[in-house]
């Protein structure tokens, strides 16, 4: 896909010279499953629990067909497709496949910073293998991943890692995209806002009520709309439109805490509701926590109620939490001190936190931009 380049994008010189690549491995969990069992390749599969409370953690392309989605809960996936088949997670297994595409990232670039045990970015301005562009690299890997793994992953190639992930999505599964330095303000207007990472359905929703559908439609907000309407989001909103993003690729970059949140169509404040909510929440939430392999102390459950007054409650254990037995036991007892709540809330959230390794981060949003040695063309 190419872009005629815009000159007057302000962040091309600042960040011209970097090379990021995204790596996302194509429906991680279920293709898997899919390699290891030749019985259900090409067919609608959806890893996690079957049960009533069960939730989604990763559908196969062929279930997302019909509509099925990770965090979805398993009866509305079963609704969508009633021919759905469904595996237990295995995260041993996955953890080690993700340790053989660790290790083919580590070939081509010592600068790699996991987000999950499927996606990660690689900073490869430093051409260490002498390979001659980073678009080469990018396709190397995929080769590589393919070959080891039976598995197929998506890249995106850019001068940033808001666009390498944004490029990395457009042209799954099994694609490559890359957006050269110039072409970054274009692509983002082009795209709905919905592609953009940390604006939900709601956030997007609002934006349409303000008339705002694309990235283009968002760039031409000014910073004091973007302030008015969207308050500490703005500054970030104001960039991504543009295009850029001056975070630099930390390798193994410590994470601080791991989890999610839910709001409510309607407030809620009944002790069945309530507990219902918190089990499909616990169910996302384990999910993601296995998935980043993350092992933590502190569990933390957050409610917004309906005047949006935060409530939050914590318990933390002199050692890691045993388990996701152990987690849901927790996050139970920690709501259920707090019945029955003085007022509906509309929101909640689980958050495990004071993870092993965990250590203090200098915040990098804004840094300038570091040029590595021996300059690699895209």
Do not use: W
């Given at each position: 896909m190419e872009f005629a380049r815009d000159q007057d994008e302000p962040d091309r010189q600042a960040i011209a010279l970097r090379k990021i690549i995204h790596v996302d491995m194509d429906a991680f969990f279920a293709s898997v499953e899919q390699r290891d069992d030749p019985s259900i390749r090409g067919l609608p599969v959806a890893v996690g629990g079957s049960s009533g409370r069960g939730v989604v953690a990763a559908a196969s392309y062929e279930a997302r067909k019909f509509g099925v989605r990770s965090a979805m809960p398993s009866a509305r996936a079963v609704q969508l497709c009633p021919d759905l088949i469904f595996r237990k997670p295995r995260f041993d297994v996955y953890k080690a496949v993700s340790q053989q595409i660790r290790s083919v990232f580590l070939h081509f670039t010592p600068h790699v910073e996991p987000l999950s045990l499927d996606e990660a970015y690689l900073d490869v301005t430093d051409d260490v293998r002498g390979i001659g562009s980073a678009t080469r690299i990018a396709e190397l890997i995929r080769q590589r991943i393919r070959a080891e793994t039976g598995l197929t992953a998506s890249a995106g190639v850019s001068y940033n890692k808001?666009?390498?992930?944004?490029?990395?999505?457009?042209?799954?599964?099994?694609?490559?995209?890359?957006?050269?330095?110039?072409?970054?303000?274009?692509?983002?207007?082009?795209?709905?806002?919905?592609?953009?990472?940390?604006?939900?359905?709601?956030?997007?929703?609002?934006?349409?009520?303000?008339?705002?559908?694309?990235?283009?439609?968002?760039?031409?907000?000014?910073?004091?709309?973007?302030?008015?309407?969207?308050?500490?989001?703005?500054?970030?909103?104001?960039?991504?439109?543009?295009?850029?993003?001056?975070?630099?690729?930390?390798?193994?970059?410590?994470?601080?805490?791991?989890?999610?949140?839910?709001t409510f169509e309607r407030d809620i404040s009944s002790g069945p509701a309530l507990r219902e909510t918190l089990e499909r929440i616990i169910e996302i939430v384990w999910e993601r926590i296995a998935r980043s392999g993350a092992t933590g102390r502190t569990i933390t459950i957050k409610m917004k109620f309906?005047?949006?007054?935060?409530?939050?409650?914590?318990?933390?254990?002199?050692?890691?939490?045993?388990?996701?037995?152990?987690f849901a036991a927790l996050a139970r007892d920690l709501l259920d001190a707090q019945l029955p709540l003085p007022r509906p809330i509309r929101l909640m959230g689980l958050t495990l936190s004071a993870l092993e390794g965990e250590e203090a981060e200098d915040g990098d949003e804004g840094a300038a931009a570091t040029v590595l040695q021996a300059e690699l063309p895209f």
């Open positions: 808001f666009l390498a992930k944004l490029a990395s999505d457009q042209n799954k599964p099994d694609g490559l995209c890359v957006i050269r330095p110039g072409e970054g303000a274009q692509f983002v207007g082009s795209l709905p806002v919905r592609r953009f990472h940390g604006i939900g359905p709601r956030g997007a929703e609002k934006m349409a009520r303000l008339g705002i559908e694309t990235g283009a439609d968002l760039r031409a907000k000014d910073l004091a709309f973007l302030r008015a309407n969207f308050g500490s989001s703005a500054d970030y909103l104001y960039r991504a439109a543009r295009g850029i993003d001056l975070r630099q690729v930390k390798a193994d970059r410590p994470r601080k805490s791991v989890g999610g949140e839910r309906n005047d949006f007054t935060p409530c939050t409650r914590a318990r933390s254990l002199p050692r890691p939490i045993a388990g996701k037995e152990e």
